[in-house]
């Protein structure tokens, strides 16, 4: 299989306006739309034209904790939400599994199923047997996952659709080719969307983050804190309070098994990247590359301070903890010093490149 280059983007415009005099602020909804109207202002009027009439279909494909959903729902609060849909198939599997929880809704779910399945086993026993498995694993047999995609579909209407976590093993790749005429679907255009993300972003990611024990609030000492940071002397650490204003601004906590980082997902990662070569050497469909990533030689060329993840830094002062920031940076997969992007800029790519391969 092919080895994956992934191209750096630039989304650096000179000269390039700075609203505040020192750059959008890309975590402010408003500013973002500033944003994204500067960098990509003349595609996004394209896609919006283009989706009165036509939709398309994105194979999101990328390492777990790889930003799939949050590049997707970005791009559709951006490009036009009335008209895109985003849908994870974990999420569809673990409703599903409530679902057969319900007497009734079993037998209408059954019922939902009966013409569009064609498999091995039949109907009752491919159900059944999802019943009993660990929705977590999501290892659903290809027949009844293309069936229970349709439905899902058919809820939508006739959106473009970006679909997370499918495929999801080797033999579903030649399935996805072929997944508007398996379902009878429509005749729109299908993209592969082949994620980029160092295994360093990733691993910090589950390291450093950490969950409200009330009301489930995720956050990221690292990347993404609340406004209210503490410091435990006893334990000579910082830790975030929920800022939830709906919470009861409990300290907030990593859970158990985070500290050991992509450890825990290792497997899952490597066929992952198999996946995504497998999908990259397949001739016929359009491929659309998004880096999350750029070398800290290359980045005052490419792009913008501020489009840089920021990693934030603590310090205790005796009475309270400062907080600074600074660009995060990280190895990538050849041991480069590289920073993370945020959302924006990588999605500024998709936005571009969308365009490009749909020919509008």
Known sequence: MKNIEFPIFKTKVDPSPLAKGE??????????????????????????????????IAYLLGPKSSGKGTYAKMF????????????????????????????????????????????????????????????????????????????EIEKRGKKA?????????????????????????????DIFVLIDVP?????????????????????????????KVGYDKKE????????????????????????????SIRERLKTDKELMKKAFSLYGIPKVLLRNS????????????????PEFVYEWNGERVKVSERPWEIKDEKGKNSYSLMPPPVVVSLIKQIVEVLKI
């Open 161 to 189: 659709l970006f679909i997370d976590g499918f495929p999801r093993n080797m033999n579903q790749i030649s399935y996805s080719l072929f997944f508007r005429d398996l379902i009878d679907y429509r005749q729109d255009s």
């Open 76 to 151: 559709r609060e951006v490009v036009a939400e009335d008209k895109i849909e985003h849908f994870s198939i974990g999420d569809m599997v673990r409703e599903i599994g409530k679902e057969l929880g319900d007497e009734r809704r079993r037998k209408e779910l059954i019922s939902s199923l009966e013409e569009s399945y064609r498999g091995w086993v039949s109907l009752e026993e491919a159900i059944s047997a999802l019943g009993k498995r660990d929705t977590k694993t999501l290892t659903v047999p290809t027949e009844l996952l293309l069936a229970l995609v349709k439905r």
């Open 236 to 263: 000579d650490k910082f830790y975030l309070i929920c800022d939830n204003p709906a919470c009861e601004g409990k300290r907030m906590v990593a859970k158990e098994g985070d500290e050991l980082g992509i450890e």
């Open 23 to 56: 750059g959008f602020n890309l975590t402010d909804r408003k500013e973002r739309e500033e944003y994204f109207d500067f960098k990509a202002g003349k595609e996004i009027k394209k896609l919006k034209s283009y989706l009165k009439d036509n939709s398309f």
């Open 199 to 227: 295994e360093t972003v990733i691993d910090e990611r589950i390291k450093y983050r950490v969950v409200c024990p009330v009301c489930q609030t995720s956050r990221n000492l690292k990347l993404l804190p609340t406004k």
């Open 294 to 309: 750029i070398p800290v030689d290359k980045s005052k060329d490419y792009v913008d301070n501020y489009e840089i993840t």
